[in-house]
């Protein structure tokens, strides 16, 4: 049976993606040695590494712009202490509009002064704050474009002249927007882009250099620039596997088209939750709406047990809902075609006519 896979994370990738990967694995560019066991200094990785980067940069639309791309370890949470340790010296401004917005002021804080501009956090994160004030005099500000577990993203960006700073581990490469308006973006590869085990990280260079306090060599972002990446022995396999994604997406036709198949997966399955009267979003704002992680629940929990095993016959796969949040949670990432959304909408149909 086919599987429609909802995961948040690690989730979905390309099918083509995980049979090259699969064959790398076994023999890499035919050189009858796997892609794990050879040296991460060699040529044939080290152009994986290259390439990566760089395909990074382009589908941002960040080439030649003063931008440099890194493949780190330690995932997202590891970046909440790194963006602090190199760019915090007095104070800083964040916005926290869920979990890991929240788990990131928690490390910043280690470093200095956090100025929380907003918060959704005594509504359960169940909308993203507007109309705050960034001050001027903040070393950075820092937000999360897309919050996995409550289903909230932000589809406006504030201005500021401070430098901006944005955790899109859940929705880079998923829509178009103007990247020059941030100087340093990060990512945990498991949610759009790759397997768990590595994060790409989109620095402005011109930012960095400013603090005066000494940051060890693994948590300093210049180390990692001088040496392209390759400080230390890299996640090798999850890179290449980024790298792969991230060409199958430029053969797509880049996040453009994507994007618009990403709205459509989104309009397809919001447009049943809010005709259906036995689903309710969590969102309270549509406009808050993410497009790659619907979160809804059932009316009447009594219909629970026949929605579940309705959408386990269906082959649906991933879809139950944070424990903090409860209810389901259909994770839309790049990689997941509009016929699972449309299996899953035709469920929930289904469910409504069986009364």
């Known amino acids: 049976m086919k599987k429609h896979n909802f995961s948040a994370g690690p989730c979905i990738l390309p099918q083509s993606v995980l049979k090259k990967a699969s064959d790398a694995v076994l023999n890499f560019n035919n050189l009858d040695l796997s892609l794990i066991e050879i040296s991460h200094r060699s040529k044939d990785f080290v152009d994986v590494m290259e390439n990566a980067r760089a395909l990074s940069l382009e589908h941002l639309g960040l080439q030649n712009k003063g931008y440099k791309a890194l493949f780190l370890q330690g995932g997202a949470s590891l970046e909440f202490l790194m963006v602090a340790y190199n760019l915090l010296e007095k104070k800083a401004a964040y916005l926290n509009t869920g979990t890991w917005s929240d788990k990131a002021i928690k490390e910043a804080k280690l470093m200095g002064e956090i100025d929380v501009v907003a918060s ?17 005099d903040a070393d950075y500000f820092h937000c999360t474009s897309n919050n996995t577990i409550f289903g909230t993203q932000m589809h406006k960006f504030p201005e500021t002249a401070v430098p901006f700073i944005c955790d899109m581990s859940s929705d880079i490469f998923s829509r178009q927007l103007d990247f020059s308006k ?37 948590l300093d972002y210049k180390v990692h620039l001088s ?31 994507i994007e618009k198949v990403n709205n459509v997966k989104a309009a397809l399955l919001y447009n049943e939750i809010d005709r259906n009267d036995l689903f309710k979003g969590f969102v309270t704002n549509a406009e808050d709406r993410s497009k790659m992680n619907a979160t809804f629940t059932l009316t009447a929990e009594n219909r629970k047990e026949a929605f579940d095993l309705m ?45």
Not at 120 to 136: D, L, T
Not at 201 to 214: A, N, Q
Not at 229 to 256: C, E, H, R
């Open 120 to 136: 959704s956090k005594e509504q359960n994160f169940n909308f993203i704050p507007k109309n705050y004030k960034i001050p001027a």
């Open 182 to 218: 941030f100087d340093l973006i990060y990512a945990g590869a498991q949610k759009n882009m790759g397997p768990a085990g590595t994060t790409l990280v989109i620095i402005k260079e011109e930012i960095l250099g400013k603090v005066s306090r000494t940051i060890p060599s693994m």
């Open 227 to 257: 040496k392209d990446s390759m400080f230390n022995t890299p996640a090798v396999f999850p890179i290449y596997v980024s790298m792969l994604t991230l060409q199958w997406l430029k053969d797509l036709g880049g996040v453009s088209e």
């Open 311 to 355: 959408c386990k016959d269906a082959g649906i796969n991933g879809l139950n809902g944070h424990r903090s949040v409860g209810g389901y949670r259909a994770s839309m990432y790049n990689a997941l075609p509009l016929e699972s959304v449309q299996v899953l909408v035709d469920v929930m149909k289904e469910l409504e006519r069986k009364g």
